[in-house]
T-cell receptor, first 115, second 112 residues
Framework: AQSVSQHNHHVILSEAASLELGCNYS??????LFWYVQYPGQHLQLLLKYFSGDPLVKGIKGFEAEFIKSKFSFNLRKPSVQWSDTAEYFC?????????????FGTGTRLKVLA | DTEVTQTPKHLVMGMTNKKSLKCEQH?????MYWYKQKAKKPPELMFV???????INESVPSRFSPECPNSSLLNLHLHALQPEDSALYLC???????????FGEGSRLTVL
């Protein structure tokens, strides 16, 4: 069965600090990978996604993520965080050969950025 | 704002009540989802409809009954719920070309 792990449950950073959030998945076949963000009181929104091609993907608001197949990882990064990045971040995996429509979410990382 | 609309935003119901949650999207997406999210937990997949047919049921108790009247609408009928069913219920639709899930703002359900 697919599973997604996010090892950082809570992260507190000061503004301008660099961010890296870990995401590991368990499935060995082809995967589609996503990072979603949930700002306080708002709906889940897509930050970025990886389907194929360049393993370094860029998303909105200065976020990027790197797919490392050998490590089953898809870590999210941002060089310099802002107070407005305070939110919960979820990694999600879709394995088309397991189920085109099945998307599994990680446990989430709650980020707090101090002004 | 999101292009997936869920109503009601808040619902309080007793354990003997029957109520429904509604979801609507007009992006032409052919797959729609119900997720359940408890506080400080990730969204848990409940049901997926693709082309108006139920394609995934993640062993959800029968007191939750999904319905897809047409490709734009998704309902979740609730009956005889338990207090532990209190949660945020999220609807999503899947972009056919992008594979991205678009989420609604959710319906926050409290079962007394």
């Amino acid at each position: 069965a697919q599973s997604v792990s996010q090892h950082n449950h809570h992260v507190i950073l000061s503004e301008a600090a660099s961010l890296e959030l870990g995401c590991n998945y368990s499935y060995g076949g082809t995967v589609n990978l996503f990072w979603y963000v949930q700002y306080p009181g708002q709906h889940l929104q897509l930050l970025l996604k990886y389907f194929s091609g360049d393993p370094l993907v860029k998303g909105i608001k200065g976020f990027e993520a790197e797919f490392i197949k050998s490590k089953f990882s898809f870590n999210l990064r941002k060089p310099s965080v802002q107070w407005s990045d305070t939110a919960e971040y979820f990694c999600a995996v879709n394995a088309p050969r397991v189920g085109t429509y099945k998307y599994i979410f990680g446990t989430g990382t709650r980020l707090k950025v101090l002004a | 704002d999101t292009e997936v609309t869920q109503t009601p935003k808040h619902l309080v119901m007793g354990m003997t009540n029957k109520k429904s949650l509604k979801c609507e999207q007009h992006m032409g997406h052919r797959a729609m989802y119900w997720y359940k999210q408890k506080a400080k937990k990730p969204p848990e997949l409940m049901f997926v409809y693709s082309y108006e047919k139920l394609s995934i049921n993640e062993s959800v108790p029968s007191r939750f009954s999904p319905e897809c009247p047409n490709s734009s609408l998704l309902n979740l009928h609730l009956h005889a719920l338990q207090p532990e069913d209190s949660a945020l219920y999220l609807c999503a639709s899947r972009g056919d070309k992008t594979g991205e899930l678009f989420f609604g703002e959710g319906s926050r359900l409290t079962v007394l």
